[in-house]
Structure formats: structure tokens, C-alpha cells
């Protein structure tokens, strides 16, 4: 176990540190970053003079010794535009995004499985294959699209949601938190709609394939040679055993929705660190895009693991080595 | 031996067909066999002929395409394809149990095998939980399982095929089933492995007075098992009797050739007889005799004429027009 | 194809109403593809034909509509059936490269790491394997923000994030392949590898990636579409069906809704057509799931 923990702690350092050098690599390439922090009549001294401020005058290795070890100091560099340290800007709008992909992944779950399992259990019948077609179209709906549709109809034609925002928070634990409001449950209700779909269409195809997939395996037919009734057998016998690979994407599901909540957040004009993202894109605020990625790709490091975790709790068949 | 017995199960016409995209397949066509109590039968064949859909038949766990489409499967005097499925369910595993081919696979991965083999009484007994944790170790130790307790707690990858086979065997036999149907039981084990499963399950079977129908392709295993054997041939039977006589003087040329192709100790052989050709395609099926393409013996009459099964004596029979070396029934 | 129209394929494809309506739904595109300029009255990346007293008209069917413009028009004047068939025709063009790109790379490097094994198959692989575990889309973007705009540069995007799927199936199938005798025998035979990949081992893992590479194209539009949509995708001037809909959402609270909902229609019937056929290809061209 402690073996295990060891090679994994190093697997993911060594993941973020690949990470680090592309995110590093490719922010060179873009355009010079001094000009978003000097004056448009800026002279030539006084551009070589922020240069020298921000340290892009040096070589590329050197900024990127630098960039590594101020990240082990845990100083992620400031925002160029809003001259703040870069971590806490997009620590102050994470649980926005949390919350919503919390709140779109329950929806997909609540959802996608119920429907996945009852089309792997009956494949043949109509009902099942109204299920898969819609799932099929799920997967194909621009989410963007999608979400400004619903703002359109139910926000500016009825009046039923608030269009943008995030309405009333609660402060818990000093992170704000719209679910604990009413307000904050009707701001919250169509970006995560808008979110989920992908995610739910997708597991809901991966429960159906498990689903299939069992419904073949011997031990299914075995179980009911020993008279047990159709619905056990597809609930106690196949259900746990078609939920690995649903298992499997989980994690992968859950960057997804990490993923598009910058769409989603930039249409509903999320106060998340998606939208935040999206918006430093624009403004070329380099070192709050570096965070961004760092941490994002830290969460799914950690997911992944989490993943695998729960993999072993699943599954007896698998041992963490 | 021959004692009249009464028949436990007796399957009358029995016709399982698939309708799959390249046509209808005929996987059991116009079956008829009885088996006694206490009875051990053999159904012997090539693979693809249809034996192990007998099983599921009898069961009713035929998946579409599939489909029994008539004959009467009479268990005790009651036919069971005029039960409901809930009634079924009361069968299956309580009166009728199954041991399948591939050990591997017949038990669930994600459950202990203590759960798997309780699930059987939580289904059909009325024992409280300690009663059937008690059984459940008995059980286990009755198939040869050493320190059963503790084994009640592991998964089946923890234990080797031989003795998942054992597991699967505890299963089929612990609500007391008076008809077991092993379709294969041994053919995925090791040869080492093979003789001793076939011999608890000869035993369990014999010390609970219960009736067997051992399904196989090796007339080497009904041998040492069965008390009758039927023989089948693309869905047909060709050939019934006490194992015996079957054995020792075989009526039909499909038997001879099967039993050519096994060693034996005692006689000089120089070589082991195979039978020429393949199972013909079940969907396409030759004119007349379904064996004549492969059989030493065939002649006009059988490319033009289905051969009717007929009595021979001391209760066997055959479906050949030209059987071997025996004085016709009068 | 007198061979082609008995086979099971085919049989099955007839009776599939998915299949069929998405192959239906393909062949719109393509043909809009295709001939596109020819079938709608008005060049939208033509400025001299537009008229700005034309601007904002809604579809022909609602009170105001004009019946020279179907879907009605957008804040200069332009047809959105016409921005929607050539925003459709960039859409399609770039998902299809990107497609081929993606398999082109993605072969070559499967071959190569299945063939030779080694360094190259652990490098190519870990790299695959760190890719994978982050989403396409955040991929595509972040290289889209050092890249800036441009049709090429979605290209580049696309094929980065593409290639990982052809690799992983193409060494998968490669390893399986070069088991077998015949390609033994080559090897002992001495035959040189490039001959024996390109005679022996390519033609055996292709079919599996005509699968992957259908469904591909409805997600590279989708991506592409995101990235447009999120500005950092095609440039304005060669507006594609995602930066159409941008263009729509910035009036979307005025009401004019169509300006975005047409383009973004035309997203999701061109994507759920391949989706659809897609789905149906993988079932017939997988034994495992008959």
C-alpha cells in the first residue's frame, strides 16, 4: 500500500512536471506580455524596464528555473491586469465552478444511470431505443448553443430563470455558496442543465454498454438458473459489475465538465474560474492562464487517483500495486 | 440395475429453433428422452449440436432469437412450458440446478462465494442467517473444500478453476435439487482436475438419490458416468440406449465413429478412428440422413430418405436405415 | 455492388432507420459542401452584395420576414441560409482535415510503436497516456490561446488533441498483427520492414479506425465550433457555424433569436447525422457486440 502510494505520488509530480514545461513552453510562443502591463505610449526604456520587472529579458531556461521555484514557494506570479496574486484570483472563483459541475455531474448521474441500465437491460425494445437515440443527440448538441437557447426561451421570452449570474450566496467554511439559497438554486438550475447534457448522455451510453456487456457473461445466466427473478438478477448481479467502466470515465467526465464550464460560465456569465480563464485568454494575462492550467491538471491528477481508489473498493479483483 | 424406475423428467418432441439474419436454425429438432430418478443420462454430441440448448430448454432460459417452439417437458408429470415465469423461478435451483461449462465465468466476480452460494437458500429455504451460513460450510466442505469457513469469504479469483467448478457444484446441489443439468462440467478443467469433479459429482449426486443429465461431447466421460445415453446429432437423436449395450455394440455409425476416437487401455489399437468431415451447416442441412456425408456406410436410400427412429431390443433405439451388427426388434 | 447490395451491411443498414436517416443527414452537408454557393442567391462574405436596409429581417414566416431571405438576415443584411451553407462548408472542410491529419500521424505513429516496441512505443504512449487524462476541448483551447487564430492554426489544435485515438488503436492492433505467421514469416523471410508494414500490417488494422475516424469529425466541428465560439477559432472572416452563433449571441437579448439558432441547428443535425451513422458503423463493424 505504501509502495503504491509512493509510485503514484511520483507518477503525478511527474505528470505536472510535463505539464509545467508545455504550459510554459507554449506561453512563450505567444505574444510579448509587456505590452499588456506598459502604456500604449510607452517609451522604449520604459518597455525594457517592465521587461526587465516581469524577468522576460532573461533566457528561456533561466524563466523557467524561476517559474518552477517560485511555484515550490507557492508564488504563481500576479495578474498583469488585475494586479493580484494570480492563485488567489482563481481560488476565489473555484467553488463557483465546483458548485456547478457538482450540481451537473448529480444531474448526469441521477439521470444517465436509471436510463443506461434499463436500455442495456431491454436493447430491443422502443422505449430503449428512444433512450439511445436521445442520448445520440445529446452528444451532438453544441452545449454552448444549448445554454443560449434556454436563455432565450426561458429566461428573456418567459421569464422563468434569471439569465446570467449567480444570485444570493451563503458564506460556508469562507467559500460563498449559492446552494443554500433560492435564488442562488434558480441561478444555478440552467448552466448546469446546459452542462450536464454531454456528460449525461455519455454515461448513460457507457452504463448501457456495461449493461450489454453483462447481460452476455455467464455468471448472468448462472444466476438465473438458480431461480432468481430477471430484476435481481439485472440489479444484484449485474448492475455493480456493469458500473467499472461507468467508473472508469467518471474521473474523465468530471474534467469534462471542468473543461466546458468555461463555455458555460462565459454564456451565463458565471463568476467562475472558467469564465475567469476565458477572460484572461482576451486580456493575454499569461501567468493567470499558467495557474489555471497547473491547478486543473493538479485536480484531475488527483481525480484519476481518487478514481483508481475506488476502482479497488468495486472491484475485488483489483489490488494496488 | 434395471429396476423399472419412474421418470423423473420426460421430454416429449421437443423443438428449440433461432431465427437469426442467415435463417432458422434448427438447434432441437423433435427431441423425445425420459430420465429416471436417481437416473444418470448421458446427452452426447459434437459441439454445435445442439445438447446444451436441451439444457435451457428444459429450464426455460432460452434468449430470443431463440425460442422452444413445441414438444411437453414434463418434470413430475407437469409439463413446464405451461408455467409462468414466476413459477419457473421456484424450479429453477430448488428442483432442477445447473452447473455450466466454464467455471471462470459462471460466478459472479464481484461477489464472495458465500454470498453466491447463500443466495440459493436466502431463495429457497426458509433457514434464518446462521441456519444458512451453517449449511453454506457443510456444503463447502462437502465438494472438498478445505477450511470452508474462511473460504466463505473470498472471491472467486481467488480460487483455481477446479475448485470454482467445486463452488459451482456446492451451488447447484445445496437447495436439494432433484435433477441436476451439467452441460460440460469438466471440459474447461485440467485432465488431472476432470476425473475427480466427475467423481464428486457422480457421488453427490448418487448420495442424494437425485437424477443427472450430464451433457458432453466425450463419450470417454458418459462412460464412467451415466446409466443411459442419448446420442445427438444436428439436433437429432440418433441413437438411445443403456450405456452398456450402447457402448459395447453401438447401432448407429455417428456412435461408432464417436467411440473410435477414444484410447482404450485394454484393447490393441494401432490408431485412433476419426470421423471424416465436419458437422454439416444447421441452416442448411443436407436431404435425408444429416450423417450420410460422413458415414462409411451410406447409400442411395439415405441421400433420398429421413431415417425414423426404431426399437431395437433391451429399450434401445436407433435412426439408421442400415444400423450395425443388430438383429432388428420384431 | 450487385455483391455489396446482398451483403449483410447492407441488409442491416435498410433496416436501420438511424442509419439511414443519418446517412440522409450526411449527404444534405455534403451536397451543401459541395455546390453550396450555387444553391443560395447571395455571397455573405461579399460586402458589395449586401443591403444594410435589409439588416435584422426575421424568417419568411414570421410578421416583418422578407421572402428573399428564409432564415432572415443578421445585423448587415447577410442571408442566414447563406452564412449558414458557407459557415457549414468551413465547418465540414475543417473537421474532415483535421480528421484525415489526425489519422495520418496517428497511424504512422501506432505502426511505429507497435513495430519497433521500445523507447519509441513507451514515449509515444506516455505522452498519449498524459494527453488522454486531460479533456480535448481544454487541450485544443489552451493551444489555441498561445497560438491566436486561424483556420491552420484550428488545424493544428484539432490534430493535436486527434492523433492520441489512431495511436493507441493502431499499436493495439499492430502488436496483435506482428503475432501472427504470416508476418513472421515475412520477417524471417527478410523482407524489410517498411514493406512488411505497409503490405502486411497496415491493411489488417485499418478497419477499426473507420469507425473512430466518422465519429471524429462530429467532434472535431464540435470543438471547433466551441473555440470559434469562445473567439479563439476561425478569424471573422471566415466565419464557421460556432463563431456564427457568437455573432447571434451578441444580440440574442434583443430577441433576435435566429441570427444564432440556425447555424447552431445546422451544428447539431450535421453532427448528430454523423453521430448517427457513426453509430451504426461501429455496430456492424464490430463482431464483438452482435
New interface residues.
Partial sequence: MLGYLTKRLIQMTV?LW??SLI?FM??S???DPVFMVVPIDATDAEIAQARRILGLDQSLFVQYVKFLTSIFEGDFGRSYVFRQPALDLILQRMPATLEMVLVAMALAVVISIPLGVYAGAHP?SRISKTIM?GS??G????????G??L??LLA?QWGWFP?SGRGDTVEVFGMRVSLLTADGWTHIILPAVTLSLGTMAILLRITRAGM?EVGR???M??????????RDVLFR?GL??SLIPVVTIFG?QI??L???A??TE??FSWPGMGKLL?DS??RADRPV?VVY?ML??LI??VI?FLVDLLYTL????ITLK | MSVQKQALLEVRDLKTRFYTFAGVVNAVDGVSFSVGRGEILGLVGESGGGKSVIGFSILGLIDPPGKVDDGEILFGGVDLRRKSEKELQKIRGKEIAMVFQDPMTSLNPLQTVGEQIDEMLRLHSDLDGKARRARCIEMLSDVGISEAEKRLNNYPHQFSGGMRQRVVIAIAMIAGPQLIIADEPTTALDVTIQSQILKLMKQQVREREASMILITHDLAVVSQMADEIVVLYCGKIVEKGPKQDLISKPAHPYTQGLLGSIPKLHDRQDRLTQIPGTVPDVRNLPQGCNFRERCPFAQARCAEEEPEQHALDAGRSVACHFPLEQELAP | MQGFLKSEFFFNYRRSASAIIGSALMLVFAIYVAFGPWLVAQNPHDIASLELLDSFKPPAWLEGGDPRYLLGTDGQGRDILASVVYGARISVMIGVTAMLCSCLIGTVLGLLAGFYRGVIDSFIMRIADIQLSFPSILIALFLMSAVGTGIDKVLIALTAVGWVVYARTVRGSTLSEIEKEYVQAARVAGLPDRKIILKHVLPNVLTPLIVIATIQVGTFVLIEASLSFLGVGVPITQPSLGLLVKNGFDVLFSGLWWTSAFPGLAIMMLVFGINLFGDFLRDELNPRLK
Fill in positions: 505528470v510535463v505539464v504550459v507554449m506561453m510562443f505567444t505574444g430491443g437515440a445520440l443527440f452528444i451532438s448538441l453544441p452545449g454552448f448553443w444549448v443560449m437557447m436563455i432565450y428573456v439569465s450489454m457473461q455467464d455468471y445466466k448462472f444466476a438465473r438458473a438458480k431461480g432468481v427473478a430477471p448481479h455493480k459489475n474523465l474534467g469534462d471542468i473543461a466546458f468555461t463555455i462565459t454564456i476565458i485568454i482576451y492562464i492550467l486543473v491538471a484531475f491528477v484519476n468495486i472491484d475485488p479483483r
